[in-house]
């Protein structure tokens, strides 16, 4: 089984890492100073106090790596389309995209049946490039729970969390799925397929929609904003919203609203992805995070003003910052 990890930053640094100690045949792709370091000196994985380096075949090229039975996909959102020209040599005729993404997939509406099947999202996927380059049928959805580091080139140091939930759009247990789910829980991680990975989709995007934005406005960690009653007000506006949206797609939730404030608040004084993407002038992943929430509301019918300021407001910040098209 010829695995290839796109993107080898911290989660795909840290899912390399365990698949090439676990002894399975991956291959990693990755940029800059962290690609040399891993050709050099190998990744070296820091978990629980323990420093463990491996050799890892890590290129820039994916044309020196050919066709893999599994392509796992750990980029932003917004970086993908721009690689899927790059990623055709990856993919053969039993390839499999494994779409570790974060946010509302490109895939979203592929075999979830009902009058907006097949239905394409210019939000995430424009110009429809990763429907047409990919090809739906070829995917297979993934939940990335797991936070991680580049500690530094070639060093990824895991934080928490070790599950990578693993879906069919369709919803069937596919061989493929079983497959990848056996090499994965063979790394020592979890892997479990689910029959319904929408509804994991939504729970943690769930959070991403709104701590991820109002905590790059205000500067505030997971535990002040979740507490403060203005932003936690403004929070759970959000949340009520995309819930409304999620319920009309089919989309069942296993804890209410509160609960999953209370749980964003547990975590702590923690920065969110947005914050220190804009702390540090990258790109931020408006777009898979709330615009796309904000297009399937206008998709089903359903109102989202809370959702509409939020996203004015923190698309005009990134501008500001030169890091989102005006």
Same mark, same amino acid.
């Given at each position: ?7 080898? @930053? ?43 380096? &491996? ?10 790596? @050919?066709?893999?039975?599994? &392509?796992? &996909? ?41 009058? #907006?099947?097949?239905?394409? #999202? ?17 995917? #297979? ?47 020592? #991680? ?106 399937? @509301? ?29």
């Amino acid at each position: 089984m010829r695995i290839c990890v796109f993107g080898a @930053g911290a989660i795909g640094g840290y899912m390399g890492a365990k698949l090439a100690q676990a002894g399975a045949e991956v291959s990693l792709v990755a940029r800059g100073p962290h690609l040399a370091a891993m050709q050099a000196r190998g990744l070296t994985l820091i978990e629980e106090g323990q420093s463990t380096t &491996v050799p890892v075949r890590a290129e820039e090229d994916p044309a020196a790596l @050919g066709v893999q039975d599994y &392509v796992i &996909v750990t980029l932003k959102a917004h970086s993908v389309p721009g690689v899927v020209a790059r990623m055709q040599p990856l993919i053969g005729p039993d390839t499999t995209i494994v779409s570790g993404v974060n946010g509302v997939p490109w895939w979203y509406f592929h075999k979830i049946g009902g009058p #907006l099947e097949g239905t394409r #999202l210019a939000s995430v996927d424009p110009g429809n490039v990763q429907w047409d380059g990919f090809g739906p049928d070829r995917v #297979l959805g993934c939940v990335v729970y797991p936070a991680a580091e580049v500690a530094e080139p070639g060093v990824v140091r895991h934080v928490e969390g070790n599950r990578f939930s693993l879906g069919e759009p369709d919803g069937s247990k596919s061989d493929r799925a079983l497959r990848l789910s056996e090499a994965l829980q063979a790394a020592d #991680l979890k892997a479990p397929v689910r029959p319904r990975i929408r509804d994991e989709i939504w729970v943690k995007l769930w959070g991403n929609l709104s701590f991820n934005p109002i905590s790059a406005l205000t500067h505030a960690t997971l535990d002040v904003l979740c507490t403060d009653p203005g932003t936690r007000a403004v929070a759970r506006g959000m949340m009520v919203e995309a819930q409304e949206i999620a319920e009309k797609l089919g989309v069942k939730f296993p804890v209410d609203v509160d609960r999953r404030i209370e749980g964003g608040a547990a975590v702590g004084a923690h920065r969110t992805s947005m914050l220190q993407d804009l702390d540090a002038g990258r790109p931020m992943e408006i777009d898979a995070l709330v615009t796309a929430v904000q297009e399937l @509301g206008r998709l089903t019918g359903t109102p989202t003003p809370t959702i509409d300021a939020v996203l004015a407001l923190v698309r005009l910040r990134a501008r500001v910052a030169g890091l989102y098209p005006a």
